[in-house]
């Protein structure tokens, strides 16, 4: 099983430019999240899915939008770019309270 | 609002000596609680978990005690090695079955050989 795995590792946009981060798991598990980790801070959740095609907010949503069309599959987009979303993001998945983590991305917004 | 936090945010050890990682956590409601161990450039790996119906839980090498009287949470690490140097994060959950897990900032373990 190659885990979670998480596409690009790196990326630089520049401000107003949109992107997708990928997320995809091999584990067939139905819980799917998305962090944001800030330096000096814990991960803070964005958004998450109990399942295909349910998906809901987390704690810091606003300028981050989530679909799931697949169990395997969570994509993060990032709809207009602001230098305050540059930070490394962490995707993870998991069947009960304990998350397996993909190695992030790091992103910068210039 | 609630929070889990740590109370030192770096830890210093000599190798083979035993680590203690410290964590408070002020939602009394919370029912499960998880360390996780980040290394330089990776994600958050998982350590070791409790539930709120137990006080203690032993894994290899490592142990977490959990206070409820006082909200606190320790991660002990046996015979401290220098693959421990790591931030450790305490996470909590405040309700039975929910995956939403509410992190705190991290304590930075450096492992002098």
């Known amino acids: 099983n190659a885990g979670v795995t998480q596409t690009p590792k790196f990326q630089v946009l520049k401000t107003g430019q949109s992107m997708t981060l990928q997320c995809a798991q091999d584990?067939?598990?139905?819980?799917m999240s998305w962090y944001r980790q800030d330096p000096g801070m814990g991960l803070r959740l964005i958004h998450y899915s109990v399942g295909a095609g349910i998906t809901d907010q987390g704690e810091v949503p606003n300028g981050y939008n989530v679909s799931r069309s697949t169990t395997e599959d969570f994509p993060l987009r990032l709809l207009s770019a602001a230098p305050s979303q540059t930070s490394v993001y962490f995707c993870a998945s998991s069947y009960s309270t304990k998350q397996y983590f993909g190695p992030g991305t790091r992103l910068t917004v210039t | 609002g609630e929070s889990v936090g740590l109370h030192l945010p770096t830890l210093s050890v000599q190798e083979g000596d035993n680590s203690i990682i410290n964590c408070a956590y002020s939602n009394s409601a919370s029912d499960y609680f998880i360390w996780y161990k980040q290394e330089s450039g990776k994600g958050p790996q998982f350590i070791i978990d409790?539930?709120?119906?137990?006080d203690k839980r032993q894994g290899q090498r490592v142990t977490v005690l959990l206070n409820k009287t006082v909200k606190h949470l320790s991660l002990q690490i046996a015979a401290t090695q220098p693959g421990d140097s790591a931030v450790y994060f305490c996470?909590?959950?405040?309700?039975?079955?929910?995956?939403?897990?509410?992190f705190g900032k991290g304590t930075k373990l450096s492992v002098i050989p």
């Open positions: 409790i539930r709120s119906n137990m």
């Open positions: 584990m067939n598990h139905e819980y």
């Open positions: 996470a909590e959950s405040s309700r039975a079955g929910s995956y939403q897990l509410t």
